[in-house]
Nanobody, 126 residues
Framework: QVQLVESGGGLVQPGNSLRLSCAAS????????VAWFRQAPGKEREGVSF??????PYTHSVKARFTISRDNAKNTVYLQMNTLEPEDTAVYYC?????????????????????WGQGTQVTVSP
């Protein structure tokens, strides 16, 4: 069964950090471009960061405070989020698409992904 499972969310104070994990089962993530999206209440889901497949690694994050990485041995992709702000409060989702993609516009478009996790809540509050 193909599955993506996010973890690592929680309640943190502004200025703190969190590392989200996206663990895959049923398939190998190294041939997939993986992205993180987030959705705040009342807002559309937006792309945050992506990492292309392992064949030609390329990463991009819309926020310099966020860093995406992958551990192929663990079949997991991470999102390190530093200096969190209340505006970062949202449900964070990871998504995967077969192949290598470099275009920011394409890789951070929700319509282009085949597999999605269930999401993990991140709340940044004093």
């Amino acid at each position: 069964q193909v599955q993506l499972v996010e973890s690592g969310g929680g309640l943190v104070q502004p200025g703190n950090s969190l590392r989200l994990s996206c663990a895959a089962s049923g398939f190998s993530l190294d041939r997939y471009t993986v992205a993180w999206f987030r959705q705040a209440p009342g807002k559309e889901r937006e792309g945050v960061s992506f990492i292309s497949s392992n064949n030609a690694p390329y990463t991009h994050s819309v926020k310099a405070r966020f860093t995406i990485s992958r551990d192929n041995a663990k079949n997991t992709v991470y999102l390190q989020m530093n200096t969190l702000e209340p505006e970062d409060t949202a449900v964070y989702y990871c998504a995967a698409k077969w192949g290598t993609y470099y275009s920011l516009t394409y890789a951070l478009d929700v319509k282009n992904y085949d597999y999605w996790g269930q999401g993990t809540q991140v709340t940044v509050s004093p």
